[in-house]
């Protein structure tokens, strides 16, 4: 089993509507969980992290976690052609060592 | 506020050679980590280095060997170059062992082996 899981898509969502990523981790001992975008031949670029079970909003990305279920997902609101990118799901387990793991990522891709 | 800077951004080589890649960390930061991304895949980690001294390994053979210099800069260096190590090689870099975890990516290098 793969330490992170990701669709890779791609996923297609027409602008203006809510695209959805998911990821699921196999460590249920992870605290940090990250969401990283990354435009094609570019670096990955931080946009959200979140480290409690629940909701964190910021601006239009709504970041997920639920520990029970080993699930993250990051939400999309009023998708933008901009948007249209890879985007990948990182865990980190701070009591096992203080690597930061990665999925493959999923392809979003906003249609005009 | 300079963020992690990486040299070279783009090298060939042919298999066999050996290649030292560079990095410079985010203001601030002392922790920095190296990734390597093939085509289509996330990032895979390499290894971290923090006050001097490789910290953390991911599943890399022992071709692959860095150092971390006191001003924080880090060197990647890959020996007799495989084909398979083609790939664009990632720096990220973040302050300290077991704060958040945010990591900082620079542009990477990105390394064709022919």
């Known amino acids: 089993q793969k330490e992170v899981e990701q669709n890779s898509g791609p996923l297609s969502v027409p602008e203006g509507a809510i695209a959805s990523l998911n990821c699921t981790y196999s460590?249920?001992?992870?605290?940090?969980f990250f969401w990283y975008r990354q435009y094609s031949g570019k670096s990955p670029e931080l946009i959200m992290s979140?480290?409690?079970?629940g909701d964190k909003e910021d601006g239009r990305f709504t970041a997920q976690l639920n520990k029970a279920s080993q699930y993250v997902s990051l939400l999309i609101r009023d998708s933008q052609p901009s948007d249209s990118a890879t985007y990948l799901c990182a865990v980190r387990n701070m009591n096992r060592d203080d690597k930061i793991i990665f999925g493959k990522g999923t392809r979003l891709h906003i249609l005009p | 506020d300079a963020g992690v800077t990486q040299s070279p951004t783009h090298l060939i080589k042919t298999r066999g050679q050996q290649v030292t890649l560079r990095c410079s960390p985010k203001?601030?930061?002392?922790?920095v980590s190296w990734y390597q991304q093939a085509l289509g895949q996330g990032p895979q980690f390499i290894f971290q280095?923090?006050?001097?001294?490789?910290?953390q390994r991911g599943n890399f053979p022992d071709r692959f060997s860095g150092h971390q210099f006191p001003n924080y800069s880090s060197e990647l260096n890959v020996n007799a170059l495989l084909l398979g190590d083609s790939a664009l090689y990632l720096c990220?870099?973040?302050?300290?062992?077991?704060?958040?975890?945010?990591?900082?990516f620079g542009e990477g290098s990105r390394l064709t082996v022919l």
């Open positions: 460590d249920r001992g992870s605290q940090s």
């Open positions: 203001s601030g930061h002392d922790t």
């Open positions: 280095y923090y006050e001097e001294e490789e910290r």
């Open positions: 979140i480290y409690s079970n």
């Open positions: 990220a870099s973040k302050k300290g062992q077991g704060a958040t975890g945010e990591l900082f």
